[in-house]
């Protein structure tokens, strides 16, 4: 019998670097398909991309970040191909109105004219440091993310930006969520905080919350092996 596919979607100026270790300790569980996070400039359409090359009718579906507001897009279009969902690390409200918006809107739109005048080098030295914790800076692994980064064309993140910044309310797809769920973020995660992670938890029918210490919000590199032992429990839940 084959081995189930797992559909792992990776988050903003990420790629399918940032799965490599679970791809490595959950081969013996799950056939590993990492989805496309670029081409399109919305998360609708970026989750209808993955549903069109998804190589199984249905699979078990983790999203990273701005991946995880895709596998949310995914739930809202066709949650009878989802076996189950893992939210690592992202979010599921709309960009705010008010002030608390246009202040997210111009860090987003700042940060792209930094890559678009100064390159992805510049980028990434403005916007990974609050990724990760600072224990984490000057490590291996934050070159990695840095070489991650710069892969990115300018281009390709204007289009991740607008994504973002017209990101859907996506609360009436939690509440319908019918799969084993699992939602995990790092303690120390700065961007998408554990109490964000919590009332998401909330909202998910008998979602289970993992909060994994000593991490950021780049969890799958900051602490892989935590995050592939949270992944493997949740593969082998009943469904």
């Not at 398909?33 to 998804?54: F, I, K």
């Amino acid at each position: 019998m084959a081995a189930p596919l797992l559909v792992l979607v990776p988050g903003l100026l990420c790629d399918d670097s940032v799965w490599q270790p679970q791809i490595a300790g959950l081969a013996d569980r799950a056939r590993c398909w990492v989805a496309p996070n670029d081409g399109h400039d919305s998360l609708p359409a970026l989750a209808t991309e993955l549903l069109r090359q998804a190589p199984a009718e249905r699979f078990a579906l983790a999203g990273h970040s701005m991946g995880g507001r895709i596998a949310l897009e995914v739930m809202r279009q066709a949650p009878e191909r989802v076996e189950r969902l893992a939210l690592l690390d992202t979010g599921w409200q709309p960009r705010p109105g008010g002030e608390a918006g246009e202040a997210e809107r111009h860090q987003r739109l700042s940060l792209l004219a930094a890559a678009r005048e100064s390159g992805m080098a510049e980028l990434a030295r403005r916007w990974l440091p609050g990724m990760v914790r600072p224990e984490a800076h000057g490590s291996a692994v934050y070159g990695q993310m840095q070489a991650m980064v710069q892969r990115h064309t300018p281009e390709q993140f204007a289009a991740q930006v607008q994504a973002l910044l017209e990101r859907p309310d996506a609360a009436d797809v939690l509440a319908r969520v019918a799969c084993p769920s699992l939602v995990l973020c790092g303690q120390d995660d700065q961007w998408s905080p554990p109490d964000r992670h919590a009332a998401m938890a909330r909202l998910i029918p008998d979602a289970r919350l993992v909060l994994v210490p000593d991490c950021g919000h780049m969890s799958t590199l900051e602490q892989p092996e935590a995050v592939t032992a949270a992944l493997a429990d949740w593969l082998t839940e009943p469904c």
